[in-house]
């Protein structure tokens, strides 16, 4: 979350999105109190039924997805991922 969060910032300015898509059960019980706690503003949609994660190819958790400005899965995959490495930046 760090990483996601200084992507949010970073990316911004640029006219990015970045969002920490939530697919937690307890919904926001458990990700306010939680984006609170570590200060974190980017933003957390709720997914608890999945919808948006089995529109985009969510596998398992944390996923990373990149769409398009037309609404288009460009990339996905598993893992942790440096948002901010030069490689991700190249790409976005």
Known sequence: MPSVQRAREEYQKSGVTVLAISIDGQGAQAVRPFMAEHKYTVPAPLDPDMQVARA?????????VVIDRSGAVTAAGYGPIDLQSPAFR???
């Open 56 to 64: 985009v190819g969510v596998r398992a958790v944390p996923w990373t």
């Open 90 to 92: 190249d790409y976005i």
